[in-house]
């Protein structure tokens, strides 16, 4: 699919987002779309609607998984976390679009961090009994914003087969 230009593809690409297809993040990074004041209401609501929808989406999965997991260890409960957290990464990716307007994404960011910092606190105040590893956990219950990737040029690949990852760890083929 082509990158969306107009309101209309930017509509129907936000439409399949807000149903679950990730796979239009690609087109919408990839897209532009100039706002005139004949569809600047309609794409600003139109977006906060599917960013809503998602953001429920999210909500309602890491519920389930809260109620529906026998969290008996402290590992459960780590694991549960950090699903909440991968997942979390579509939605950013969302928020950062670079096509949207400038205002949109700041929007978007300030209640993204405002739902996260809810969800953490309400976490802390249900398990305020658990020991310390469960209290670390959930103060680092947060979205992590881009790493930015290390480049890599080709004189430093073949230097001794050996490869520095963004960790910072060898890998030496």
Same mark, same amino acid.
């Given at each position: 699919?082509?990158?969306?230009?107009?309101?209309?593809?930017?509509?129907?690409?936000?439409?399949?987002?807000?149903?679950?297809?990730?796979?239009?993040?690609?087109?919408?990074?990839?897209?532009?779309?100039?706002?005139?004041?004949?569809?600047?209401?309609?794409?600003?609501?139109?977006?906060?609607?599917?960013?809503?929808?998602?953001?429920?989406?999210?909500?309602?999965?890491?519920?389930?998984?809260?109620?529906?997991?026998?969290?008996?260890?402290?590992?459960?409960?780590? +694991?549960? /976390?950090?699903?909440?957290?991968? *997942? $979390?990464?579509?939605?950013?990716?969302? &928020? #950062?679009? !670079?096509?949207?307007?400038?205002?949109?994404?700041?929007?978007?960011?300030?209640?993204?961090?405002?739902?996260?910092?809810?969800?953490?606190?309400?976490?802390?105040?249900?398990?305020?009994?658990?020991?310390?590893?469960?209290? +670390?956990? /959930?103060?680092?219950?947060?979205? *992590? $914003?881009?790493?930015?990737?290390?480049? &890599? #040029?080709? !004189?430093?690949?073949?230097?001794?087969?050996?490869?520095?990852?963004?960790?910072?760890?060898?890998?030496?083929?």
């Amino acid at each position: 699919m082509k990158s969306p230009t107009t309101y209309s593809e930017w509509a129907n690409l936000l439409d399949q987002f807000g149903n679950g297809n990730d796979h239009v993040l690609e087109d919408m990074t990839n897209g532009s779309f100039i706002i005139d004041a004949g569809v600047a209401n309609r794409f600003y609501s139109k977006a906060e609607e599917t960013y809503k929808l998602r953001k429920q989406n999210w909500l309602d999965k890491f519920q389930r998984a809260f109620q529906f997991q026998n969290l008996k260890s402290e590992d459960d409960f780590e +694991i549960a /976390l950090r699903n909440g957290k991968q *997942n $979390l990464i579509t939605l950013n990716k969302f &928020i #950062s679009i !670079k096509s949207f307007p400038e205002d949109l994404q700041k929007t978007f960011k300030n209640d993204l961090d405002d739902f996260i910092a809810e969800i953490r606190n309400s976490l802390q105040k249900n398990n305020s009994n658990r020991n310390e590893k469960i209290t +670390i956990l /959930l103060k680092s219950f947060q979205l *992590n $914003l881009n790493v930015p990737e290390q480049e &890599i #040029s080709p !004189k430093e690949l073949s230097k001794n087969n050996t490869i520095i990852s963004p960790t910072g760890r060898k890998i030496i083929f």
